[in-house]
């Protein structure tokens, strides 16, 4: 045979008929997605300009209609000479061609993709206007279009410095049924492209709303490594992440770093678009850092005794960006964001895999800290594991399980009646024993001080026999073994003196509840009751004062003479009659309960960080401000 054609060399020309009929087939869909699809394949060519080198600055302007955009870069501008063979500029043939064979012919440039290579021709059969100005070689140029139709030729505006291409378009309102654009998703968009494309300048003027963002990023991916990793709000274990670019096949770029966090986190990017379902990139990452970690840890004898690694605990905390740019990119799943190439696990593993190890092999001191926190979640999950057997162990032999010897449970078995009152002190627990519902109502006395599990691993959360017993007469396990469907009581009520001891012991409780059991206040579980800290007996009648200002409130309203008031302040709850405790904080009727609530976990978190370690009853003042009264929940 003379000569051989693969099907590559077959570049399959049509006109923009197709794209017209059948829009989904080229961007998807009519809906918001395939409305974007538009803006992410205009910037995406700026952003190949700028990724070969040639563009500096790329800037997206969304106009007052909120439905029509301007891209421009400072690139080399689209060619436009006349090809010899079409008689058409390159810029005419870019624009009114369907391409099916991916890139445009004479092309020297590498592309980043963009909208899975369909290429600008898309857009402008998409759109009732598209105007593409170009400047380059001392003048500036600009050729019109409408509904993929080209009105006229190129024109010359005039002399012009410098080089750039700028295009505006319209999205057709024959074609889609919304056309306004979503600002949020494309700042978004042009913020990770800004990340992933270190000192590009991106800016978005959103006119539609009269704002104006720049974004560059120096340090590329680890800048948005650290932004990530902020506004999750967790903490680094070691300084500086691991980074690494590398070309073999594809072009990979990888920034990681291990937290405090116990959750994994990926962001994965291929040619620039999200990958938000993973696949072979992702897959490649996770066996090249599990394979790189377990190879140090053989090598140096680190391994524990007692505990298996699992993959699961190399990667607590782990969090990490990651870019790869490949030539034909194919993609799954429902939403089309899961990368399907083969090949990809093993260029991402090989280029990740030895300098991972080379990395921990230079970095001795940062590589034990990782390898410690490791075996600490592996702890971890062993602790919590046996913790939840225990549970299901008594459950399934006894119907009933062996409950911490402390536990006054309650005898009816109707979880979604049923109340944990965690009393603190022996006394105090004695006259909830003796004054609550004993059929509803279950008392745990706390005995020894309840760590601060602040900044603990849960391994030794639960080494604290007070946190254990929490955990056990709770049912619901902790950690990766939390199940709310097994939570023995439909509330968790902290029971505690009005003091600064007893608010103390509540913020231990409340944080052990918001750093590790953190679904029990996301579902509301979780409540302080409010006892009195004062009895006034104003002749026959008495009041109960929970804190000063309750008291002196009460005083004014009877306004009765001095010599009739009767005032008792309790020293604790232990003081208290049964039947008081239970008339004051025990009864449904009566009693005063406070919900926490998270309501915004970003700020609690930050706001917990922020005091710890200083005055605790600052910290309860704050987790009182924010929790909700719920008086009236009824039983
Ligand atoms: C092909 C060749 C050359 C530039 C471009 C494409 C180009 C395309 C776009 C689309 C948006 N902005 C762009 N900037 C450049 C350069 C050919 C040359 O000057 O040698």
Redesign the pocket.
Known sequence: MATEYTAKDIQVLEGLDPVRKRPGMYIGGVGSAGLHHLVWE?VD??V??AMNG??KEITVTLHKDGSSITVS?D?????IDKHPKHKKT?LEI?YTTLHAGGKFEG???KTSGGLHGVG?SVVNALSTKVVVTVK?GGAEHTMEFRRGVAQGSLKKLGAARGS??T?FFQPDPQIFPRTEFDPQLIRDRLEVASFLHRGVKVRFIDQAHGTDETFKHDQGIVDYLKKVIGERSQKAIHDAPFTLLKENGAKVEVAFQWTESTDEHVRSYVNGIPTGSGGTHENGLRSAVGKAVRNFIDTHNLTPRGVTLTGDDIREGFTSILSVYIAEPQFQGQTKDRLNNPEVQSYVDQAVRPALEQWLNSNRSVAEQIVARIVLAARAREASRAASAAVSRKTATSGRLTLPGKLSDCSSSAREKTELFIVEGDSAGGSAKQGRDRELQAVLPLRGKVLNTESVALAKVLENKELADLVVAMGCGVGKDFDISRLRYARIIVLADADSDGHHISTLLLTFFYRHIPELLKNGKVFVAVPPLYRIDIGKETHWAADDADKERILKAAGKDESKVEITRFKGLGEMMPKVLWETTLAPKSRRLLRIEIADALQTDRVINDLMGKDPSARFNFIMEHAQEAADIDV
């Open positions: 205009i060519n700026s190949d300009e040639h563009a870069d690139g080399r501008g689209i060619p390159a870019v092309a020297n440039y600008a380059r750039g291409t295009v």
